[in-house]
């Protein structure tokens, strides 16, 4: 066997499974090298607590079963982060908030005994925004993760996944778990230049995950790339409940890119925010990379239900009546060191009326419908993830408000989602753009997405890591 690590922090996941699948490495020696570069990067804030013995212990167990002959999984022996609000039984589930540090889950989320069963080694639990309410990714109670594409100054990791995708975009984790409520996986990833997979609700049980917004809350991938993506939502989905969406075992099935077809591009006059000089200038290089690659690009220019600002208002008030209702007895006490930012938040959910609660609940299954026929069930929808890419951080965290207004809407319509890394900035900084497509069509999405990556990713840059000694 030979023992080897050159790169491997760059490798995609499937890389890294193929090169323990065929005994070119062992999973242990894969899991080392991560937790080596964990231990060498504290300053980059990526995680709130790192597993080191059970790791190895799961990497051994990986490997002893393929010394047996069996894979459990295409994934099996690789490495993986999760975001500090998925729970595992008897360590600390924070959900990046100081007024949990005494709060140890009792059981192991659904997601983690998914994982565990494909074979996979859980590396710690990642940083997050606190309680997951917000998307630039800051949290000055626990710590913000540094953005690794700027080693000089700070700026937004994104949100509220923000240690899982810096995790993955310095090398610390192949791949990773975050979650996403109103655009905090596609979020972090278009700002670290990864690939962030938000499912269609109700495809992977949020069971044993500290909650924001129950009837939001979404677990998916992020990702070095989209096969990668696929291959960790194929895990984690959760068997058909009669609700329709069964697509499991099609997401079981190898990822097969389609060919360029036809696809629908948000017309610019209804984007909710408008884009930064260098956001535009890559849109545009998007738009013509596609159409240079094959690709049909229809203009789309929704009717006033579809608006996608108002569909991520509505969103938002989801967000905040519910939260109100899980995090407000925090809020209203004093003695409690929530961020300020996140206190207001929370409390204003307070000032929601139940009727106007009720009323954004029962309009989203009439917004999925007309949704899909709008755009057909084999449409898919191109359109920005954010109007900037990552600022420098800023103490009321309002600099990133255009990132809700472009990315909640997949939430409130519970389409599936996908953020793909397009290129830079002026201030070099990752810009992605995000599909999406209707209800249960995770795999026609996961396809496209597929299909289309290679004419985005023009320019395959990695961050300069040596600030962090990696």
């Known amino acids: 066997m030979r023992e080897q690590s050159e790169a491997l922090c760059f490798q995609t996941a499937r890389q890294i499974a193929h090169l323990i699948a065929t005994r070119q490495i062992t999973s242990r020696a894969v899991t080392q090298y991560f937790l080596d570069r964990i231990a060498r990067s504290s300053a980059l804030n990526a995680f709130t607590v790192v597993f080191p013995e059970q790791a190895l212990a799961a990497a051994d167990a990986a490997d002893s079963a393929l010394d047996t002959g069996h894979s459990l999984s295409p994934l099996h022996g690789v490495p993986v982060a999760i975001k500090d609000n998925i729970e595992i039984a008897n ?3 924070s959900a990046g908030s100081l007024s949990r540090l005494t709060a140890i889950s009792s059981a192991t989320s659904t997601v983690v005994q998914r994982l565990q069963a494909a074979g996979m080694v859980i590396l710690g639990k990642t940083q997050m925004t606190e309680f997951a309410f917000g998307l630039s990714g800051q949290n000055p109670t626990r710590g913000t993760p540094w953005n690794p594409w700027d080693a000089k100054q700070q700026r937004a990791p994104g949100g509220s996944s923000s240690g899982a995708a810096v995790a993955v975009a310095a090398g610390l984790a192949p ?120 690709w049909t690009l229809e203009n789309w220019a929704p ?24 995090f407000g007895h925090l809020a209203h006490d ?78 409130y319509l519970g389409t599936p989602a996908i953020a ?15 599909l999406l497509s209707p209800v249960s069509t995770d795999m026609h999405l996961l396809k496209i997405a597929s299909a289309m990556a290679p004419s985005l990713l023009l320019d395959a840059r990695k961050p300069a890591l040596e600030r962090w000694g990696l």
Request: proline share 6%.
């Open 91 to 93: 360590t600390l589930a």
């Open 175 to 294: 791949i990773a778990v975050g979650g996403d409520t109103g655009g905090s996986i596609r979020a972090p990833a278009s700002l670290n230049h990864l690939v962030g997979f938000k499912p269609s609700s109700g495809l992977i049980s949020v069971d044993g995950v500290v909650p924001l917004a129950p009837s939001l809350d979404v677990l998916g991938p992020i990702a070095r790339d989209v096969d990668d993506a696929h291959a960790l939502t194929a895990i984690m989905a959760s068997p058909s409940t009669g609700t329709g969406l069964d697509i499991q075992s099609e997401l079981a099935s190898k990822l097969l890119p389609a060919t360029p077809g036809t696809v629908f591009v948000l017309d610019q006059g209804a984007f909710p925010s408008a884009l930064s000089m260098g956001t535009r200038r890559v849109w545009d290089q998007v738009l013509v990379n596609l159409h240079a690659a094959g």
């Open 334 to 411: 004093p003695a409690q060191l929530l961020w300020k930012v996140v206190r207001h938040r929370i409390l204003a959910g307070a000032d929601i009326s139940r009727d106007a609660y009720e009323h954004a609940i029962a309009q989203r299954a009439k917004a999925a419908e007309a949704f899909t026929r709008a755009i057909g069930l084999s449409g898919v929808l191109l359109m920005p993830v954010s109007g900037h890419g990552a600022l420098p951080l800023d103490d009321e965290d309002t600099h990133h408000a255009s990132i809700g207004q472009f990315s909640r809407a997949g939430n």
């Open 420 to 434: 793909l890394p397009a290129g830079f900035d002026e201030a070099q900084m990752p810009i992605g753009v995000q």
């Open 303 to 326: 009717q006033a239900e579809l608006d996608i600002g108002q569909l991520s208002e509505c969103n938002s008030m989801i967000i905040a009546y519910e939260g109100y209702r899980q």
